[in-house]
Antibody, heavy 124, light 109 residues
Framework: QVTLRESGPALVKPTQTLTLTCALS??????????VNWVRQPPGKALEWLAR???????YYSASLRTRLTVSRDTSKSQVVLTMTNMDPADTATYYC????????????????WGRGTQVTVSS | EIVLTQSPGTLSLSPGEGATLSCRAS???????LAWYQQKPGQAPRLLIY???SRATGVPDRFSGSGSGTDFTLTISGLEPEDFAVYYC??????????FGQGTNLELK
C-alpha cells in the first residue's frame, strides 16, 4: 500500500525547533521522478506550501520561510524530515507531506498522494 | 508568485443540484498546471483534477474541470451528499513556489 505518514510533537514552545518526519511506504524517494512536499494548514485556513525535496536531493523552500526551514531525506529509512526553527504561535497548524510522482509522465507535478497530517500547536 | 483567488467563498446548494466553482490566477498558469483538491473535515486534501481538466484515478465523472490562462472552473453535476466539502485550486509545475487558493466551502443548503 502506498502511503505517507507524518509524525512529530503535538506541542512545542515558542522559539523551539520543530522536527517532523514523513514516513514513506510503497514507494521510494530514490526513484527518479519522485518528490515529497511539506504543506501546512492553520486551523480554519487555507493550505500553504512549505518545501519540496526531490529524488536527486534538490530542495526548494517557501521564500517567506526559507531561513527557518530545512528539508532532508533518509532514503534507507524511507523518511523525509522537515525542521522549522524559532517556532511561533502563528505556526500552529496541521502539517502534511504530499507526493509528486512523475514516474512515467514528466508533466505530473501535481500532489497525487497526501498523508493524514500531524497537528502542531505552538504555546508556552 | 501566482496568487489564486477562488469564488465564491461559500456555496450553499442541495443534493442533485449543479455546482460551479471558480479559480482566477493573478498571471497565466503555464501548461494548464492547475489542480483541484477536495478536503473534508479532519481529512487530508484529495486530488480531484489535474492539468486543469483531467480527472484523477477514481474520481466520479460528475466532477469536471475546465479553463486555461488565468480562469479555471470546477463543475460538479448532480451533487451527492459526500460532495459537500471544501475545494482548493492549486498551481503547480517544475519550479515552486506552489500556491493554493483560499478555498470554496460547498455546504448543504
Amino acid at each position: 500500500q502506498v502511503t505517507l505518514r507524518e509524525s512529530g510533537p503535538a506541542l512545542v514552545k515558542p522559539t523551539q525547533t520543530l522536527t517532523l518526519t514523513c514516513a514513506l511506504s510503497g514507494f521510494s524517494l530514490g526513484t527518479s521522478g519522485m518528490c515529497v512536499n511539506w504543506v501546512r494548514q492553520p486551523p480554519g485556513k487555507a493550505l500553504e506550501w512549505l518545501a519540496r525535496i526531490d529524488w536527486d536531493d534538490d530542495k526548494y523552500y517557501s521564500a517567506s520561510l526559507r531561513t527557518r526551514l530545512t528539508v532532508s531525506r533518509d532514503t534507507s529509512k524511507s523518511q523525509v524530515v522537515l525542521t522549522m526553527t524559532n517556532m511561533d504561535p502563528a505556526d500552529t497548524a496541521t502539517y502534511y507531506c504530499a507526493r509528486i510522482n512523475r514516474v512515467g509522465d514528466s508533466r505530473s507535478w501535481f500532489f497525487d498522494l497526501w498523508g493524514r497530517g500531524t497537528q502542531v500547536t505552538v504555546s508556552s | 508568485e501566482i496568487v489564486l483567488t477562488q469564488s465564491p467563498g461559500t456555496l450553499s446548494l442541495s443534493p442533485g443540484e449543479g455546482a460551479t466553482l471558480s479559480c482566477r490566477a493573478s498571471q497565466s498558469v503555464s501548461s494548464r498546471y492547475l489542480a483541484w483538491y477536495q478536503q473534508k473535515p479532519g481529512q487530508a486534501p484529495r486530488l480531484l483534477i489535474y492539468g486543469a481538466s483531467s480527472r484523477a484515478t477514481g474520481v466520479p465523472d460528475r466532477f469536471s474541470g475546465s479553463g486555461s490562462g488565468t480562469d479555471f472552473t470546477l463543475t460538479i453535476s448532480g451533487l451527492e451528499p459526500e460532495d459537500f466539502a471544501v475545494y482548493y485550486c492549486q498551481q503547480y509545475g517544475y519550479s515552486p513556489p506552489y500556491t493554493f487558493g483560499q478555498g470554496t466551502n460547498l455546504e448543504l443548503k
